[in-house]
């Protein structure tokens, strides 16, 4: 298991780290998380400025998932930056809820929901952990990339202005 282990989580790095629209990155983040530990419901949400969390990506065939959460109401936003958390509600059943962070900075998190009723294994969780690491780098670089392209037209922008001016 170990082996198989760490050649999910290589796999999933290189196919996370090839890519860099964020949009890309979560749906592709949030499916190898749920065939990982073979689950159909989950959600990945980025923070957003004001101290919210919006859902990037959802898979839903049993769970209604919030799309939007303020931190600092329920337990996912509340408990965001403490560690991997395993939630148990009669909305969701059990989920497991990992917060995403780089650096020190939280990203937002990724909550997935046991199949049938499971429990997750500590290897499941601990797989979940893996991946979740690994887009947290691949969310990092999209949202440096989205960033650089947005500062890219800002300055586009200014230098047809000036141009505009100057003619």
């Known amino acids: 298991e170990s082996l198989l282990h760490r050649s999910v989580i290589a796999e999933t ?14 749906e592709l983040a949030l499916d190898r998380m749920l065939e990982a530990v073979d689950a159909t419901d989950g959600v990945l949400m980025l923070r957003s400025p004001g101290d919210e969390l919006r859902a990037a990506a959802v898979r839903s065939q049993a769970v209604a998932w ?16 403490s ?6 509600s009669e909305e969701v059943g059990q989920a497991v809820v990992i917060p995403l962070a780089h650096d020190g900075t939280s990203l937002g998190c990724v909550a997935v929901t046991a199949a049938n009723s499971h429990p997750f294994s500590d290897e ?3 797989l979940l952990v893996d991946i979740a690491a690994s ?7 999209a949202q440096k990339h989205e960033a650089a392209l947005l500062q890219l037209d800002r300055t586009r922008s200014e230098l047809t202005e000036l141009m505009d001016l100057a003619g």
Do not use: F, K
Not at 13 to 26: I, K, N, Y
Not at 83 to 88: I, M, P
């Open 124 to 126: 499941d969780r601990q």
């Open 13 to 26: 790095e290189r196919e996370l780290t090839s890519l860099l629209d964020l949009g890309a990155v979560v």
């Open 66 to 81: 919030s799309t939007r959460i303020r931190l600092g109401e329920p337990v996912v936003g509340r408990d965001i930056d």
């Open 83 to 88: 560690g991997e958390l395993v939630v148990e």
């Open 135 to 141: 887009a947290v780098t691949a969310i990092r670089n």
